[in-house]
């Protein structure tokens, strides 16, 4: 079978693989559609610490199943958790899976989904009435959601996500989805209008309007009730604790490429909640894929390319030296 293969830090190239073989009880699955993800392009670009080479990249994946197995038929429309988890460590026995100290995400520490077929533990599948682009859509909106999920959003919160991106758009689309009114933050108008038909109701350019000054006039001057950090800059990182409200909720998703100073102060006289949030569990799972089953996602416009197999390298190549051309590129594979 034919596989994309990072072979080191800026080799990729289309190789022949064996194909693999399920051992019992385990899925073997013809892939669809891969979307390529900000992890994907840093491996390419040798910027992933966590990654290895060589290795298959692809973890956002739409696949069919191929022999039945418990809980599947053959022919089921799928798309998969990439993250494994150990059992072990605290955070698996607090039953935060998505936060093992162990996680292997496909595509990173294994092999990932950029080949023709692909054996993962059932436990890992989910079935939904989607399309192979929807499908490849869930898991990097699983992010957002899961964000919005340890920030306990309701209908009755004001919540603002600085950084509209790829992540901070599933933050957006949660925070809409549970009805809460959703502010969105970002440089970039292009994203901030992705973000409004996400489900923002209010937009915010900081590149030429003041985000203290807005933020305050949006919320007669209190603040935000939750603020999600979706880039990892220190500017923005501090921005969350001196824009929230007075006993607000901060939830970082960003990760910050270096050491932020704060003023320490405002997380204790604002008796701030200050919640980190990593991947992914199987409920934020189910809630991606009711949101998208509702069609209440921009999903055309959340991706702006789909290229054959064959083509990838091409389009990892162009991607990584124009980033800001491209939303989300789509793997057409099968
Ligand atoms: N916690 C997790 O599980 C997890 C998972 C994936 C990615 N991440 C992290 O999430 C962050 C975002 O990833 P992404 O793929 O969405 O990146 P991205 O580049 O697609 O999005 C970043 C967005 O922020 C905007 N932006 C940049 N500077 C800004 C500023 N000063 N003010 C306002 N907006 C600004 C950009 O225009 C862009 O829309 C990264 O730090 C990444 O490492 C975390
Ligand atoms: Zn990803
Ligand atoms: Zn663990």
Redesign the pocket.
């Known amino acids: 079978m034919k596989a994309v293969v990072l072979r080191g830090p800026g080799e990729i190239a289309v190789e022949d693989r064996p194909q693999p073989s399920p051992a019992e009880g385990e899925a073997l699955l013809k892939v669809n559609m891969i979307g390529l993800?900000?992890?994907d392009l840093n491996s390419y670009r040798g910027k992933n610490p966590m990654a290895s080479f060589p290795r298959i990249p692809g973890h956002e994946i739409s696949a069919t199943v191929v022999d039945r197995i418990a809980g599947f038929h053959s022919g089921d429309q799928v798309t998969l958790s990439p993250y494994t988890s150990c059992g072990k460590c605290a955070a698996c026995k607090r039953g935060r899976p998505n936060a093992c100290q162990y996680n292997q995400t496909l595509g990173v520490q294994r092999d990932g989904g950029l080949t023709e077929y692909l054996v993962v533990p059932p436990e890992k599948l989910y079935t939904a009435n989607l399309s192979l682009m929807e499908l490849c859509l869930v898991e990097p909106l699983t992010?957002g959601f899961h964000a919005v999920a340890r920030g306990r959003v309701t209908g009755a919160d004001t919540v603002a996500i600085?950084?509209?991106?790829?992540?901070?758009l599933g933050a957006v689309a949660a925070a809409g989805f549970r009805g809460a009114r959703t502010i969105g933050?970002?440089?970039?108008d292009a994203?901030l209008e992705i973000a409004r038909k996400a489900g923002a109701t209010e937009l915010i350019n900081?590149s030429r309007e003041d985000l203290h000054a807005k933020l305050s006039q949006l919320t007669n001057g209190f603040g935000p009730d939750v603020i999600i950090e979706?880039?990892?800059?220190p500017?923005?990182f501090r921005a969350a604790v001196e824009e929230v409200a007075f006993t607000g909720r901060i939830v970082y998703?960003?990760?910050a490429k270096e050491p932020v100073a704060y003023e320490t102060r405002l997380f204790v006289q604002k008796e701030l909640d200050i919640l980190g949030?990593?991947?992914a569990l199987p409920e934020d799972f189910r809630e991606v894929i009711r949101m998208l089953e509702e069609h209440r996602f921009p999903v055309d416009d959340a991706v702006s390319r789909i290229v054959p197999l064959e083509e990838t390298p091409e389009a990892i190549a162009a991607w990584s030296a124009d980033p800001a051309r491209f939303t989300k590129i789509m793997v057409q594979v099968g």
């Open positions: 993800c900000g992890s992010v600085i950084g509209c991106g790829g992540v901070g933050v970002d440089v970039d994203k900081t979706a880039i990892g800059l500017s923005t998703i960003g990760y949030s990593r991947n």
